[in-house]
């Protein structure tokens, strides 16, 4: 009975494992190909403030990422983030509306940022 359970617990950890794997793969991937879609040139553009609403760089990046999100469904949140020179994380755009209440705006200083944002 022992070496049943041993066994049990074995495969039961096993496969938890492989299955964090996998979907950290796929979330890597789909972060992958929404990267190369972004035009670099725009994103170098905008401030990281306010004023970037009112820029047409910032629009068609909000746009893009709003329809990406709207394709993926299984993405509830996209979002560029920067990181200014002191180590300050900051939102440079999201994916929702103005109205949404998880709405970022852009300069949005992430403060609770978990550990393993800086590993990636």
Same mark, same amino acid.
Request: positive net charge.
């Given at each position: 009975?022992?070496?049943?359970?041993?066994?049990?617990?074995?495969?039961?950890?096993?496969?938890v494992?492989?299955?964090?794997?996998?979907?950290?793969?796929?979330?890597?991937?789909?972060?992958?190909?929404?990267?190369?879609?972004?035009n670099? @040139?725009?994103?170098?553009? #905008?401030?990281?403030?306010?004023?970037?609403?009112?820029? $047409?760089?910032?629009?068609? =990046?909000?746009? +893009?990422?709003?329809?990406?999100?709207?394709?993926? @469904?299984?993405?509830?949140? #996209?979002?560029?983030?920067?990181?200014?020179?002191?180590? $300050?994380?900051?939102?440079? =755009?999201?994916? +929702?509306?103005?109205e949404?209440?998880?709405?970022?705006?852009?300069?949005?200083?992430?403060?609770?940022?978990?550990?393993?944002?800086?590993?990636?």
């Amino acid at each position: 009975m022992l070496i049943t359970v041993v066994l049990g617990t074995a495969t039961i950890w096993s496969t938890v494992q492989f299955t964090k794997r996998q979907f950290k793969e796929k979330a890597l991937e789909r972060a992958v190909i929404i990267a190369q879609a972004i035009n670099k @040139k725009r994103l170098a553009r #905008l401030q990281g403030t306010a004023d970037d609403i009112l820029s $047409t760089d910032y629009q068609r =990046l909000k746009e +893009q990422l709003f329809g990406m999100r709207c394709v993926d @469904k299984s993405c509830r949140f #996209l979002y560029i983030m920067g990181r200014k020179k002191d180590g $300050t994380v900051f939102f440079f =755009l999201d994916s +929702q509306t103005m109205e949404s209440k998880d709405y970022a705006p852009p300069g949005l200083i992430y403060v609770e940022v978990p550990e393993e944002y800086f590993s990636l």
